[in-house]
């Protein structure tokens, strides 16, 4: 019923050379390779929440503050960049927290907590903790 020519035109040119036999072991040991890493404790996912938390109240606190101001300079050059300064100043909680867990993936724990805390005493909002 079917012809060679239909059969033709089901196949790619190269499809009568045999698979090569190092192709299954190369995938098996690219499966190695990206092992996924071990699930995060409950511990330490309840900790990241509890800093991420003091990071939104520490992104608040700018914002608030940053209201109050009423700082006016002089020349137009000069506020642009001290409203840059407060939009820094509003995103530095959020811009730390994330990018503490982006460049501290590969190591160990212990180093992301300790930036994550060191962070906590970097970006505070001092003007609002200090009332000025």
């Given at each position: 019923m079917t012809s060679d020519s239909d059969e033709d035109a089901l196949s790619w040119a190269g499809d009568d050379k045999p698979d090569k036999p190092e192709a299954p072991a190369k995938a098996a040991s690219a499966v190695h390779e990206h092992e996924e890493a071990p699930p995060t404790s409950a511990l330490v996912l309840i900790t990241y929440g509890i800093l991420g938390g003091a990071y939104l109240i520490y992104t608040i606190?700018?914002?608030?503050?940053?209201?109050?101001?009423?700082?006016?300079?002089?020349?137009?050059?000069a506020n642009l960049m001290f409203r840059l300064g407060e939009d820094l100043?509003?995103?530095?909680?959020v811009i730390w927290f994330l990018a503490v867990f982006l460049l501290t993936r590969h190591r160990a724990l212990g180093a992301r907590l300790l930036w994550l805390l060191l962070g906590?005493?970097?970006?505070?909002?001092?003007?609002?903790?200090?009332?000025v």
């Open positions: 606190g700018w914002v608030i503050e940053i209201q109050r101001s009423a700082t006016v300079l002089p020349s137009l050059f100043a509003i995103g530095s909680p906590l005493a970097v970006v505070i909002p001092w003007p609002f903790v200090l009332g």
